[in-house]
């Protein structure tokens, strides 16, 4: 058995230690806002925060987050208050909305970094963040946008 603590919640898991971080949130958890769609680490749906950082759940071993925060799409705010998820709302950046979970993620990370991050700033800190529909130019706006309401 295995405690982690997701969301500010501790929770107990009974997985191989080898068993990624993803497949816990998702099957074990049943905190589904975080998406698998690589399974490589190469498309940045699967972003969640470890200890503040923006991380890769598909390849995270559930053994390596034991004694550290874990905060997935669910944990930035229960009723869409975060003022990424209002911005992404206001810009209207969600087409199909499957990779939105981990762009938004990694957008937190970045304002937690930076609060009023350049269009260069943003372009580094998602790069490794794909969307298929294209909505790069509504994602930095978001972003800005956050940033203005304090992100």
Excluded at 45 to 71: E, L, M, N, Q, Y
Excluded at 94 to 102: L, V
Aim: charged residues 20%; negative net charge.
């Amino acid at each position: 058995m295995l405690t982690l603590l997701v969301n500010g919640e501790k929770r107990d898991i009974d997985v191989d230690d080898d068993t990624p971080l993803l497949w816990v949130l998702r099957d074990s958890l049943g905190l589904t806002g975080t998406k698998y769609g690589c399974g490589i680490a190469l498309c940045g749906a699967c972003t969640v925060h470890i200890d503040g950082i923006a991380a890769r759940s598909c390849v995270t071993p559930v053994s390596t987050v034991i004694g550290k925060t874990i905060t997935t799409i669910e944990g930035l705010s229960q009723d869409s208050s975060h003022p990424l998820q209002q911005a992404w709302s206001e810009e209207q950046v969600s087409q199909c909305g499957y990779c939105q979970s981990g762009q938004i993620m990694s957008a937190a990370a970045l304002l937690e970094k930076i609060s009023n991050p350049s269009d260069e700033d943003i372009n580094n800190a998602m790069s490794g963040n794909i969307c298929r529909c294209a909505t790069y130019q509504r994602i930095r706006a978001a972003i800005h946008t956050a940033a203005k309401m304090g992100g």
